[in-house]
């Protein structure tokens, strides 16, 4: 540890005989192995020890967010969360350091909360890296004048973003609608006049105020011993002083309305929304899981109320409902969205009516079980990440009390049909409604909401259940996966990785991939291809698409099927119990998929709308042209990119009859491989496996269409996009390099230094941290694993007006990296953050059993990775520049742009 108890109060015992003070923890209860502890401070710690990862996930959540800020402070909370990153005296640059670690954080504001992530590999290293960071950035942070000139422009940039897109404003209109008085009216983000003149001094009177241990809940999940880490964040938080002011209480809420009310946004785009918002009781009220379930019986795809009565009469393209769930009463939200020559009128009518005549159209048994499937699925499956839950109850915490999780899920389980009637007819009410309209009514119609007196006393005593089965400590190292990965080759010819180990919860994941196709026999299908694909998961000859979802919640399963002109894949989660007939049904559905024309118009419908969305997307057209730049095929080739305005014509001739030929001529087991990872029995699923694969061929033999490197013409494009007040920058190289090439690992680390890592990268620092130009900024690089060709990318979001400098920047970062090169300290620490960052990775089960079945593919185990690895850990300085010069060439690079070109003239 950096500092002890001891160590701390060295200099004061040498010179005074007064005695140490004690820093303890008391402890105050455990609900299914997490344990709640209190120091004398006031700061409020939960432990979730979890042996299964070689992870730990550190989250500090500080009780205040843009609820708690007054006039001219809009979006203030936000705001800090960014300079919280800027550093303190003992951590100068907290992005570097994250980087160096190899840590996956963030921080993110709410209504009610703000907080502070990372995830690790779970050493005490590490351990202690991330303690000391977060309680010395908790009181210590600068929240200097500096950081605030050049972050303010960070964060209106990122407002800026939030302003291209429909939804958000839609949304952000309704909710300024729907509340009077009340600061949940209020976009998080702010009012671009505060963000742009509120001072440094009140942001560091907000800082003092609520960044304290009294006002924190620190969380930590992962690989630790409980006692070992308690003592941990005694030593590191318990030092800091309980603070002597006191927190007033909020008190302001909205009174009932009085009569509906309308919005009404119109600005350029593509796409018309449709929403109405209902105010509901706080999250922590009974009436909420009954709420819940009512939202997701609405607005659940494909089987909700809204998708039958609104999509499938092709009224709307999209629809679907959900909840904020906050301390305070919120609003339940339902939304649709039209193509933009579809009739509003009548789709509002038909939304209102669904909404607004329960009564006459009672809610069913059956529409409840299947919603309580779905929705407890989702739980359950969320318990067995002690990730997901460390991060997810930053949410309760915010809603008053963590233990508001397991409450919730208690409460879900037991909501009855007469349960969710009552609050449908009770809160989706007219006069409740803001939609956009006002009109006089003859007498008041007011639903009161009701309150929650105390949480605390309501979660007295409270105990939850059972802790989920707990799995084993695995080892991510190659040489331990490769020791317990075990291939198999099925009678149909598919080989199989399977890593049998004890996981949380039985945990299971599978993934399949399979190759289609060649060359001569592909052209001019890649929209075919993409649309069977897409089609599968819309039913089969026994289930219909809404059938075959409520089959996959039953057994608590989240899959994922579909595919593309070259290939098709499968990503699968459940458990032990649920496997088997878990892929029984994903047999069936690429066995037998029912390829319906109900639901292919309603695929057509909704592909349009999607592709029309984009068509004044400034980021969609850059990246978009970021594709076809790489990608220098002709017309009909699997490798080529359409045009957006191509899709909607390809889109328009597509039949069902492309559809079906397509399957029955690619599909099949021919070339498949699959892995397995978690807790099952391998001779069951070995069983499935060869059911799923047995008697199922492709009448064309698969030959892999080569992308051998092809020199890219230099160019520089521009893409205007009226009112936008967004622009995205992207610049595209193309290199003659693949991941076997001895050079990928020097590529690799020079990227990640000049724009990878945690907003510390020489772009990030550059165009985010210095000239405060843009929110988002990096770069990314794409080595191929099977061609000997690559692709460097950079990109940044900004105002249009500063699409100059950001080009201006760019060029001068990129042309200082070939002039002086890296440093090693940047060498040094990519280093440390990348092979940790790996180490992650593997830890994850999800993303470890696709690197499983894609090694299947090419015949090889980790060791390729390993030695990969190695490759990057023994990287000297002169190697790393000498080969970045080497594949680097300023005046190589396609600059793309894409904004309101009116404006990037100014």
């Not at 075959?548 to 994922?560: C, G, H, I």
């Not at 595919?563 to 098709?568: F, I, K, L, R």
């Not at 069902?656 to 029955?664: Q, R």
């Not at 008697?695 to 092809?710: G, I, L, T």
Request: some cysteine; hydrophobic content about 35%; aromatic content about 8%.
């Amino acid at each position: 540890m950096i500092k002890t108890k001891i160590s701390l109060l060295a200099a004061v015992l040498s010179t005074s005989m007064l005695a140490l003070p004690a820093w303890s923890a008391t402890k105050v209860t455990e609900v299914e192995g997490i344990q709640e502890y209190k120091l004398d401070n006031g700061l409020q710690v939960l432990l979730f020890p979890d042996p299964t990862k070689e992870t730990v996930t550190v989250n500090v959540t500080y009780h205040v967010g843009s609820k708690h800020e007054n006039y001219g402070e809009t979006g203030m909370a936000h705001l800090l969360e960014h300079l919280v990153f800027k550093g303190t005296p003992k951590h100068k640059d907290i992005p570097a350091e994250l980087s160096s670690h190899g840590a996956r954080p963030n921080g993110t504001t709410w209504t009610d909360r703000t907080n502070y992530f990372e995830t690790f590999t779970a050493t005490e290293e590490n351990v202690n890296w991330a303690l000391s960071m977060e309680s010395d950035r908790m009181v210590n942070s600068f929240i200097a004048k500096k950081d605030l000139d050049s972050e303010m422009t960070v964060v209106r940039n990122e407002f800026e973003r939030g302003e291209n897109s429909p939804f958000r404003i839609t949304l952000q209109q309704m909710m300024a609608g729907a509340f009077t008085w009340h600061n949940y009216g209020k976009s998080t983000i702010g009012a671009r006049s505060d963000l742009e003149n509120v001072s440094i001094d009140r942001l560091k009177n907000f800082y003092k105020k609520y960044y304290q241990p009294d006002n924190a809940t620190l969380i930590v999940a992962g690989k630790f011993d409980p006692k070992s880490m308690i003592d941990k964040v005694e030593d590191y938080f318990g030092p800091i002083p309980k603070p002597t002011r006191q927190l007033e209480e909020l008190y302001t809420q909205d009174p009932a309305q009085d009569g509906e009310r309308l919005i009404t946004v119109r600005r350029v785009g593509d796409v018309q929304l449709l929403g109405t918002m209902y105010h509901v009781p706080a999250g922590s009220h009974k009436d909420f899981a009954a709420l819940n379930v009512l939202s997701e019986v609405l607005g659940s795809t494909p089987d909700g109320r809204l998708y039958k009565e609104l999509v499938k009469s092709k009224k709307a393209s999209q629809a679907f409902g959900f909840n904020f769930q906050w301390e305070e009463p919120g609003v339940a939200i339902f939304m649709a969205e039209l193509d933009k020559s579809a009739d509003l009128d009548k789709a509002q009518k038909t939304m209102l009516s669904t909404l607004e005549s329960i009564q006459s159209h009672p809610i069913s048994d059956k529409e409840v079980q299947a919603a309580k499937r779905s929705i407890l699925k989702d739980i359950k499956l969320a318990f067995n990440s002690s990730e997901d839950i460390a991060l997810d109850l930053s949410e309760w915490i915010g809603m008053g009390d963590w233990r508001l999780l397991f409450l919730n899920r208690d409460r879900m389980e037991k909501v009855t049909t007469a349960d969710v009637q009552r609050v449908a007819e009770k809160y989706l009410t007219r006069n409740n409604r803001t939609l956009g309209r006002f009109i006089p009514s003859e007498k008041p119609e007011r639903v009161d909401i009701p309150q929650v007196a105390n949480v605390k006393d309501m979660l007295k005593g409270y105990k939850g259940r059972a802790v989920v089965s707990q799995g084993e400590a695995f080892d991510p190292s190659q040489d331990n996966i490769d020791k317990r990965t075990e291939v198999v080759t099925l009678s149909s010819g598919v080989k199989v990785a399977l890593l049998h180990k004890k996981t949380r919860g039985e945990s299971v994941v599978l993934r399949i991939n399979g190759q289609m196709g060649k060359l001569g026999k592909l052209q001019g299908k890649n929209t075919i291809g993409d649309a069977t694909g897409d089609m599968l998961m819309r039913g089969t000859t026994k289930l219909s698409r809404e059938q075959l979802k409520q089959a996959f919640d039953k057994l608590e399963a989240s899959v994922r099927i579909g595919g593309s002109s070259e290939g098709t894949f499968a990503r699968v989660e459940t458990t032990k119990t649920n496997l088997a007939p878990t892929l029984k049904l994903v047999a069936e559905v690429y066995q037998q998929p029912a390829f319906s024309q109900k639901e292919f118009d309603l695929y057509k419908g909704q592909q349009k709308v999607g592709i029309e969305q984009q068509l004044q997307d400034p980021q969609a057209l850059a990246f978009n042209a970021y594709r076809r730049h790489q990608s220098p095929y002709t017309k009909g080739h699997p490798a080529y990119v359409s045009t957006f305005e191509e899709a909607l014509t390809e889109l328009n001739n597509l039949s069902l009859k492309d559809v079906k030929n397509f399957y029955n001529t690619f599909y099949g087991a021919d070339n498949m491989q699959i892995a397995v990872i978690g807790d099952f029995e391998k001779k069951k699923v070995i069983k499935q496996l060869e059911s799923l694969t047995k008697d199922w061929h492709s009448s064309v033999a698969y030959e892999r269409v080569e992308r051998p490197y092809k020199q890219l013409k230099v160019d520089t494009l521009t893409f205007n996009t009226p009112d936008k007040e967004n622009a995205t920058f992207v610049a595209s190289l193309g290199l003659a390099v693949g991941m076997e090439n001895a050079d990928a690992p020097a590529l690799t680390v020079g990227n990640y230094i000049l724009g990878g890592g945690f907003l510390n990268s020489r772009l990030a620092t550059r165009l985010r941290q210095k000239d405060g130009l843009s929110y988002g900024a990096g770069s990314f690089l794409n080595l191929s694993q099977l061609d000997k060709r690559g692709s460097l990318g950079a990109y940044a979001i900004c105002a249009p007006q500063n699409l100059a400098k950001v080009e201006i920047g760019f060029k001068e970062e990129v042309a200082k990296v070939l002039k002086s090169g890296f440093t090693q300290e940047e060498l040094d620490a990519a280093k440390s953050g990348l092979l940790q960052s790996y180490r992650v990775s593997r830890s994850q089960d999800n993303e470890l059993v696709g690197e499983l079945a894609f090694n299947v593919r090419l015949g090889r185990d980790m060791s390729f990775d390993k030695d990969f690895e190695k490759a990057i850990k023994s990287l000297t300085l002169k190697e790393l520049n000498s080969t970045f010069k080497k594949h680097i060439k300023l005046e190589n690079f396609t600059l793309i742009q894409a904004g309101d070109m009116s404006k990037a003239k100014l």
